[in-house]
Each structure stands twice: as structure tokens, then as C-alpha cells.
């Protein structure tokens, strides 16, 4: 009788991992890390299919700016956020979570793009030395994000790290508001991450031997709402310097950026959004020639912008003081030829000339 | 670019400027003697003018010139120190900065070129011996070999992007420091001079005000002199408003600020000579 249960359990997960009930294609995606993201079309003309794609918690001790400050960080395979993952609506999604035995604390995943069973949270909780197979359609076209959601640890793992973006393309592709498809060259998927790391009584960032062990402080500090660090990818500098993402003057970016926790604002310092789903769901009509666009915590945001005028730019979330005080800025280097027609310095920085006697007051001219 | 946006924050702040210096001070014992510093006479030393440069309205290179110090230099061996500042702390003149590593022997970093100023003033009030901050001219004598001439590209007006990424990737290739932490003295060697931690992982305050000059024809014209930045050398020269004490990047800018703000002194060896150091170098500088 044991024996029979015995048998019974461990032949079932195998029946249930196969959904060949679907008789759809299969395709296997290997992730990419942010901020880029796997090889995919833009439009399609096949049907639907299931995509599998596989996911490996890591949980690990990561350094988050020059100073070498560091953090326990709970990883999908092992990014600060996870992978970016695309499909086109209507096709099967089939996500295999792994948690290696040498994690330490049970994890699962809710994807925003999913439907029921907590966004696949109440279905996916794996325990060190586990794994699941999660399979959802996805019904509707948007940037959607993922995150763990372990009952009452929520947004630790979160901030911790866990956390990251599927896009749902429209099978036919982006359009613009009038339905005029639109093109991209690149996607650059920029995740943005509030950090909480306890400080000692010098001011001293603290280090623990675990991640467990520094949970109790963490927490003290996320309670009180002030991140120590906002950073994109992981870490300050993780897209500026030698990191610095590049493109040229006429490319087509397609600016993807999620924030799993809390409010942020994109805005790129010198250029605009062409075309911008600041709530990153693409059955709405994108807005045009937007200079700031909001993205809400607990969502993704995505921004198209054709590169006109080389340069250095910045990308940053336009609350100032964590772009450049905690670390929410990167760098984007783009290649090409100046166009003066757009922008010329007239006059270098110089002596401001003396007023021109009995020149006229610049009020009467104006009436 | 980043000097571009501390040449603006500094005429914001060129207002808020206020002399620490205020209480008479009782004598008492010298907590820094000349001892300790170092003299050096005047040899010949290649000196790229510090500064905004202009020819014709387009950004031209400082020009590279040679100079002579027109007399003896006496100059600190050392960055002043933790346990040296921390006596101007308590006497109540200096501003208390942060405690960086605690180690007395460290430099004293985390300070302004106010801070350090008043320290100056302060020290030479205690010994009766005038002591200042060095200027752009005499600290590249004194640093020798371990002075950096980083030519930089210059950004055209007329196709501002080539330079500008040029000078990005310039500024983001510079070397970091393997540790920010102040180390005790000598950690980082002496130079030819007998100067010791020249370019370490402190960078030093000068006494020299941010200008902006064109060149033109043969004439050179001072077109702005910002004293709200002053130069700041070390592994790297830089300009910083005068009341940072912790410089960074970040925002438009990158590269590596300096890691650590500190600064040596240097003596006035007496009031003829500063004249004619005044005078000298003035000279120098419109004879090439």
C-alpha cells in the first residue's frame, strides 16, 4: 500500500509535466540577462505556440555600488531583475521554476500577465531542491511583471531582487494610434530596483553571512520606506562608464522598464518618447512626444525613441535625487553626425557684452 | 561637462561663500612645525596652464608652458593628517568633518577647500609661520614626476558629439583606485622630491580659481575667473566647487571623481618672497 502511494507520486508530476494536450508547436528560449533580450519577432504570421522558457532562483551575495557595499540578493537566474521573457498573444507560455538545493528558502513566481491562481503564485511555490512546471496563455499584449510572492516575505524577495518583465507582442506587431505598425532595432529592458540595505550605528553599511540573517534589519528599513540605493540592473553603474549602452543616430529603441515595488519615472536627457505605453499595455494607444512618462510600481512601462542627434545620453528616473544621489541613471552612447538644424551652440560661454547705450528697452518692443 | 555643471553650481554658490575663520586665537603650543615639510629650490618644470581655453571661440588645449617658482618652496612631506586637523576641530576652528577611517595617522579627507583653508589659517596663527594652500603652479612643481598631464578631447561646437563621446570613454577608462580608504602616510611613496602619497587615493586641494581664457593672436585674455572652483590635483586634475567635501559623479557625468578629498601645505617663507612669487608668476604667465 505504501509502496503503491509511493509509486503513484512520483509517476504523477511526470504525467502532469507533459501538456501535450495543446498539439501546438513547441519552442525553446534560452533568457538573456538585462538589458537585453533573447532573439525574437516583432510581428508573426504563425499561429500559436508554446514557449518554454526556464527559470533558476540564485540566491547570492552581490555587490550593488563602487563602494563595494553588498547585499543578499534573491535572483532569477542570477539577474538583477530576471530575464525579460517574449511571446505573442495567444501563445502558451510553459515556465519551468527551478530552486536548487543550495538555496535556502522556498520561492514561486506570480506573473501579472498571467490569469488565476494568484498570477501562478499559489501554483509554483518550490522549495530548495524543487522545481514546477507552470503553463498560462497569454491573453492579453503589454509588458507585464513577474515576481516572487512567498507568503509573508513578499516584498523582501521583491526588493531583494525577484523580480522581472514578460512581453506579450501583438501577433500583427506594435502600432502606433492610428494602427500604423511600428519597428524596433533594439529593446534595451531597463529594471529598476529600490534597495534597503541596514546601515550600522557608524553609518556603515552591514554585511551578513546569509540571507536569512539579514532579513530582520532589512526589513526595519524597507518599514521605513527610504531606499539606501535605486538602481537599474542590479546596481549604480550597472549601464553607465564602460557599461554604457550604445546606439546610433537613427536606430529605433524600444525602452522597456519595469519597477516591481514602488513609483519611478523615466525620462531620457535629451531625447523624448516617440511613442510611449506608459502603463506598457499595447491594446492602448501609445501617447506621443512624451519628455517624462510614469511608471507605477507593479508594472512595466515601455517607450519607443529613434535617436536623432549623437551624443552622450542619460536615462534616468527623473526624481533627480535617486538618479544621481542612489544610482537610477544609464548611459547611452550613440554614434553619428551632428545635425546642426536640431541643436548649435551659438555663442560659446563667454563674457556677457556690456548694454548698448540707449538700447531699447526690450519691454517697448515687445508692446 | 561635468566641470561645465560645477562651473554653474559654483556661481550659484559663490554667494553662500562665508569665511570660517571668526575667533582670536589664544597661542599655544605648535601643532605643526615647518619641521616636517620639505624645501625645495626653483628648477625649470613643464606646467599645463589649468582652466577653460579658447582660440577663435573654439576649445583649444591649456597651453604647456615652462616655469621657474621664483624662489625656495617649503612644502608639507605629507598630507595633513587626521590627528593634525582634529586639534583645529577641537579648538573649535575647524569644522568637524566626518571620521573616515579613524586612523590618526590618515589623512584628513572628507574636506573642503573652506576646511582646508581655515585649517591654514588656524595653523599659521598657532606658529607665527604663514602657512597656505598650494597653488595649480606649485603643486605640479612639487609632485614631479607623479603630476598628470590627461589631455582630454575637446568638445567642438560645431559637431559637439564626436569629442563628447571621446571624453566620455576617456573619463570612464581611468583607473580606480584599489581602495578609497585613506592610508597612513607614505603608503603610497615618495616621490623625487621626498614628497610623500603625490596622487595616491587622496586628491589635494589648491589655492587656484577656475578661469577661462582666450587665446588670440598673440594676446591672452582672461574672459572669467570662477574663485568658487578651485583645482584640485592629484591622479588626475579636476575642478571642484569650492564647498564639496565628498566629490562624485553621477547624472550626465561619468568618470571617476576623485576618491577622496585632502590636501598638504605649503609655508610662505616670507613677505618679500610672496610678492615676488606673486610677481613672478603673474609674469611668467603673460610672457608665453
Not at chain 1, 198 to 226: C, F, H, Q
Not at chain 1, 227 to 245: D, I, M, Q, R, Y
Not at chain 1, 290 to 318: C, I, K, M, N, Q
Not at chain 2, 91 to 117: K, M, Q
Request: aromatic share 8%.
Amino acid at each position: 500500500m505504501g509502496a503503491a502511494l509511493a509509486a503513484l507520486m512520483t509517476t504523477a508530476p511526470a504525467l502532469a509535466g507533459t501538456a501535450d494536450d495543446l498539439k501546438l508547436p513547441r519552442e525553446h528560449v534560452d533568457l538573456v540577462a538585462p538589458p537585453f533580450v533573447h532573439p525574437h519577432e516583432q510581428a508573426t504570421k504563425a499561429g500559436p505556440k508554446i514557449v518554454e522558457f526556464k527559470l533558476t532562483v540564485q540566491e547570492k551575495e552581490v555587490v550593488i555600488d563602487d563602494a563595494g557595499t553588498k547585499m543578499w540578493a534573491m535572483t532569477y537566474n542570477g539577474s538583477m531583475p530576471g530575464p525579460m521573457m517574449v511571446v505573442h498573444e495567444g501563445d502558451y507560455v510553459e515556465l519551468t521554476l527551478v530552486n536548487p538545493e543550495t538555496n535556502t528558502m522556498p520561492h514561486n513566481i506570480d506573473l501579472h500577465a498571467a490569469t488565476g491562481g494568484l498570477g501562478g503564485g499559489a501554483l509554483t511555490n518550490v522549495n530548495p531542491g524543487e522545481q514546477t512546471v507552470l503553463r498560462f496563455k497569454a491573453t492579453r499584449p503589454g509588458v507585464f511583471i513577474y515576481h516572487c510572492a512567498p507568503e509573508g516575505m513578499i516584498p523582501w524577495h521583491v526588493v531583494s531582487g525577484m523580480h522581472g518583465t514578460l512581453m506579450v507582442l501583438p501577433r500583427d506587431g506594435l502600432k502606433d494610434e492610428n494602427g500604423k505598425p511600428l519597428h524596433y532595432d533594439k529593446v534595451f529592458y531597463i529594471g529598476e530596483n529600490d534597495l534597503y540595505v541596514p546601515r550600522d550605528e557608524n553609518g556603515k553599511y552591514k554585511t551578513y553571512d546569509s540571507v536569512a540573517e539579514s532579513y530582520s534589519d532589512t526589513m526595519d528599513v524597507m518599514r521605513k520606506l527610504i531606499p539606501s540605493h535605486v538602481v537599474f540592473e542590479g546596481k549604480v553603474g550597472a549601464l553607465t562608464g564602460k557599461n554604457a549602452l550604445t546606439a546610433k543616430v537613427g536606430e529605433t529603441i524600444l525602452f522597456v522598464h519595469s519597477e516591481a515595488n514602488r513609483d519611478t519615472r523615466p525620462h531620457i536627457i535629451g531625447g523624448h518618447g516617440d511613442y510611449v505605453w506608459e502603463t506598457g499595455k499595447f491594446n492602448n494607444p501609445p501617447e506621443r512626444d512624451l519628455e517624462t512618462w510614469f511608471v507605477r510600481g507593479g508594472s512595466a512601462g515601455a517607450a519607443l525613441y529613434t535617436f536623432r542627434e549623437p551624443g552622450v545620453y542619460a536615462y534616468v528616473d527623473h526624481n533627480l535625487i535617486e538618479a544621481v544621489e542612489l544610482g537610477a541613471t544609464a548611459h547611452i552612447k550613440v554614434e553619428g553626425k551632428w545635425n546642426d538644424d536640431l541643436m548649435k551652440q551659438i555663442s560659446p560661454p563667454g563674457p556677457i557684452p556690456p548694454a548698448k547705450l540707449g538700447a531699447a528697452d526690450p519691454v517697448a518692443v515687445t508692446r | 561637462m561635468l566641470w561645465l555643471m560645477k562651473v554653474k553650481t559654483a556661481m550659484l554658490a559663490g554667494a553662500l561663500t562665508a569665511p570660517v575663520l571668526t575667533a582670536a586665537l589664544a597661542p599655544s603650543p605648535p601643532a605643526h612645525s615647518p619641521d616636517g615639510a620639505i624645501r625645495l629650490t626653483p628648477v625649470t618644470f613643464t606646467y599645463r596652464a589649468a582652466g577653460d581655453f579658447s582660440r577663435g571661440g573654439r576649445p583649444v588645449e591649456g597651453p604647456l608652458r615652462k616655469l621657474r617658482l621664483p624662489a625656495d618652496l617649503l612644502v608639507m612631506k605629507r598630507q595633513v593628517t587626521v590627528a593634525e586637523y582634529g586639534r583645529c576641530v577641537d579648538e573649535g576652528v575647524c569644522p568637524r568633518v566626518a571620521a573616515s577611517s579613524g586612523a590618526l595617522d590618515a589623512p584628513v579627507v572628507g574636506v573642503s577647500w573652506h576646511d582646508a583653508s581655515a585649517y591654514a589659517a588656524w595653523i599659521s596663527h598657532k606658529t607665527g609661520v604663514t602657512y597656505r594652500l598650494p597653488t595649480d603652479e606649485e603643486w605640479t612643481f612639487v609632485a614631479a614626476e607623479k603630476a598628470r598631464d590627461e589631455a582630454l578631447p575637446l568638445i567642438d561646437p560645431a559637431d559637439p558629439a564626436q569629442a563628447w563621446i571621446a571624453r566620455y570613454e576617456a573619463e570612464s577608462s581611468r583607473a580606480r583606485p584599489s581602495t578609497t580608504t585613506p592610508q597612513p602616510g607614505g603608503t603610497f611613496g615618495t616621490n623625487s622630491k621626498g614628497l610623500d602619497d603625490l596622487a595616491g587615493n587622496v586628491w589635494e586641494w589648491t589655492d587656484s580659481c577656475f578661469v577661462r581664457t582666450s587665446l588670440d593672436e598673440k594676446k591672452e585674455t582672461v574672459t572669467n575667473v570662477n574663485c568658487g572652483v578651485r583645482v584640485v590635483e592629484g591622479a588626475h586634475r579636476t575642478y571642484m566647487t569650492d564647498f564639496i567635501r565628498d566629490p562624485k559623479s553621477g547624472g550626465c557625468s561619468q568618470g571617476v571623481p576623485p576618491a577622496n578629498l585632502g590636501f598638504r601645505l605649503v609655508v610662505e617663507l616670507s613677505p618679500s618672497v610672496v610678492a615676488s612669487t606673486v610677481r613672478g608668476i603673474a609674469k611668467l604667465l603673460r610672457g608665453t
